[in-house]
């Protein structure tokens, strides 16, 4: 008998990009199935590009989750803006995540003119579809776009509900080159535990805050003690005023009582261990404009502690 023929494997990574609230990170972990990347209603959520590793049976993609297209001002921004060009280098598939509840922008129509890259495949997501009570009306929305660019493929999807995850998969996979996998098959991401830690800390920052508050935060991990039965944990909080340091605080110390409780439950559900969390509060003014301070927060370079 002859033998069966190996099905081929294919590998290759998809950067996922939009405007800021799209859903894109939501997609992410919807991908991997791990809430690897911090989702809330605020635009410019994500700030850095972070990987998540989906590994199938013959197929590997490594997505790369972009901070939202906007306009830069500080430098922080201009560092946002940059990640999403590196993201967008030497990849395979680009994933352009729109908001179909939404009608098309002027900013939708920029970034359209963003991902029209020679070589690269882009596939439209269409996300939110669980707000879309009508789904007849998601013909028409797909029309508009084809109309805008003739992209490679259109996925509805609701990333929230996880509706349209595996279409979304395959149309990817039908995009990827031959090649073997770039991971080992349970690789989750590259970004060291203590980045996502502090990406915790800051998004119960940025759900139980207010308005003026979450532009102006950074979380960073000081100290990681990772024991047999418990990991402890010490953060900083970076503010730039005294009043949003009085605000994180709260009346005697109850809002960092309630952003440490919370950001703790969602580590202990990550990491599968008991966590012991200290947060301390800085105000450190204009810390957005300061390139060490930011090189500081960039995940890229800090030291891996899961794998040290
Ligand atoms: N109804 C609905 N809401 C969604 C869906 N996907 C994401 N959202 C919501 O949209 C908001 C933004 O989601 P994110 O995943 O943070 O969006 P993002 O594109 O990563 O945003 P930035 O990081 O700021 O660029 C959150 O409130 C999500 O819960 C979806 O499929 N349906
Ligand atoms: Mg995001």
């Known amino acids: 008998m002859p033998k069966a023929k190996k099905p081929k494997y294919h590998a290759g990574t998809a950067t996922i990009i939009g405007l800021p609230n799209a859903g894109k990170s939501t997609l992410l972990n919807a991908i991997v199935g791990e809430k690897l990347a911090i989702v809330t209603a605020k635009a410019q959520t994500t700030r850095t590009a972070l990987n998540g590793v989906w590994t199938g049976e013959n197929t590997q993609i490594v997505?790369?989750?972009?901070?939202?297209?906007?306009?830069?001002?500080?430098v922080i921004n201009r560092r946002m803006m940059q990640a999403v060009r590196a993201a967008l280098d030497a990849i395979d598939v680009i994933v352009f995540v729109v908001d179909a509840t939404?009608?098309?922008?002027?900013?939708?129509?920029?970034?359209?003119?963003?991902?029209?890259?020679?070589?690269?495949?882009?596939?439209?997501?269409?996300?939110?579809?669980?707000?879309?009570?009508?789904?007849?009306?998601?013909?028409?929305?797909?029309?508009?776009?084809?109309?805008?660019?003739?992209?490679?493929?259109?996925?509805?999807v609701s990333a929230k509900k996880g509706d349209g995850i595996e279409e979304l998969r395959k149309a990817i996979a039908a995009h990827l080159p031959v090649a073997e996998a770039l991971y080992p098959d349970d690789h989750l991401t590259d970004v060291p535990s203590r980045f996502l830690a502090a990406e915790m800390i800051r998004e119960r920052i940025l759900i139980l805050s207010r308005q003026e508050v979450p532009h102006?935060?950074?979380?960073?991990?000081?100290?990681?003690?990772?024991?047999?039965?418990?990991?402890?944990?010490?953060?900083?909080?970076?503010?730039?005023?005294?009043?949003?340091?009085?605000?994180?605080?709260?009346?005697?110390?109850?809002?960092?009582?309630?952003?440490?409780?919370?950001?703790?439950?969602?580590?202990?559900?990550?990491?599968?261990?008991?966590?012991?969390?200290?947060?301390?509060?800085?105000?450190?003014?204009?810390?957005?404009?300061?390139?060490?301070?930011?090189n500081e927060l960039d995940w890229r370079r800090m030291v891996n502690d899961r794998d040290a």
């Open 63 to 74: 997505f790369v989750d972009t901070p939202g297209l906007h306009k830069s001002d500080t």
């Open 102 to 156: 939404k009608p098309i922008s002027e900013e939708i129509n920029q970034a359209i003119d963003l991902v029209k890259k020679p070589g690269t495949p882009v596939i439209l997501v269409l996300n939110k579809i669980d707000q879309i009570h009508e789904k007849a009306k998601l013909f028409g929305i797909i029309e508009q776009f084809q109309a805008l660019h003739p992209f490679d493929a259109y996925v509805p």
């Open 216 to 294: 102006s935060v950074a979380v960073l991990v000081d100290e990681w003690e990772d024991k047999p039965a418990v990991i402890r944990i010490a953060a900083t909080i970076y503010v730039e005023r005294a009043g949003q340091k009085s605000i994180i605080v709260g009346a005697g110390g109850a809002m960092i009582k309630q952003i440490g409780t919370a950001a703790r439950v969602e580590m202990e559900k990550f990491f599968d261990k008991k966590i012991f969390l200290e947060l301390f509060v800085k105000v450190k003014p204009d810390w957005r404009n300061q390139p060490e301070f930011l």
